[in-house]
C-alpha cells in the first residue's frame, strides 16, 4: 500500500465517526445500534474480557444478556488508523469508576457496501 492512503482525511472522519457512534451506544447499551455496526456475518469476531464469540449470533446472545448497569468509561489513548479506503483500525485504552484496571480495545473496520462495519474486535483487561 502506498503511505499516502494511510489515514485519508475524509476516510479517517467516517472511521472516527463510525467509532464514536459505537461508543455512545455501548455506554448507553443501544443494543440496535451496536448490532448495526458489526457485520452480521459467522465470520465475525469479538474476543472479550471473558468471552469469546464468534459469528454474529453468539455477539447478538451476549448483548441481549449483558448487564446494563456500570457501563459508562473513559477513552484514554485512542488512535484511529485507516488504510485506504476500505480498512481501519480502533485502539482504545478504557477505565471505569470505581475500577484501577486498565481495559483495552481494539477494532478492524471494513467498509461493506458503503458502511463502516466492525469485522473483528478485542477487548482486555490488565491485571
Not at 64 to 71: F, K
Request: aromatic content about 8%; hydrophobic content about 40%.
Amino acid at each position: 500500500m502506498n503511505p499516502e492512503q494511510i489515514d485519508l482525511p475524509a476516510v479517517h472522519a467516517e472511521v472516527t465517526a463510525a467509532f464514536q457512534r459505537y461508543e455512545r451506544a455501548l455506554v448507553s447499551n443501544d443494543i440496535a445500534v451496536l448490532d448495526e455496526l458489526f457485520w452480521h456475518d459467522p465470520r465475525t469476531v469479538r474476543l472479550g474480557a471473558s468471552e469469546n464469540l464468534y459469528g454474529i449470533d453468539e455477539i447478538r446472545a451476549f448483548r441481549a444478556a449483558r448487564p446494563t448497569a456500570g457501563l459508562h468509561r473513559e477513552l484514554h489513548n485512542t488512535v484511529i488508523t485507516t488504510y485506504g479506503e476500505n480498512f481501519a483500525v480502533c485502539s482504545t485504552e478504557f477505565t471505569r469508576a470505581g475500577s484501577e484496571r486498565i481495559g483495552r480495545q481494539q477494532q478492524s473496520w471494513v467498509k461493506l457496501d458503503g458502511q463502516w462495519r466492525i469485522v473483528a474486535a478485542q477487548v482486555s483487561l490488565m491485571s
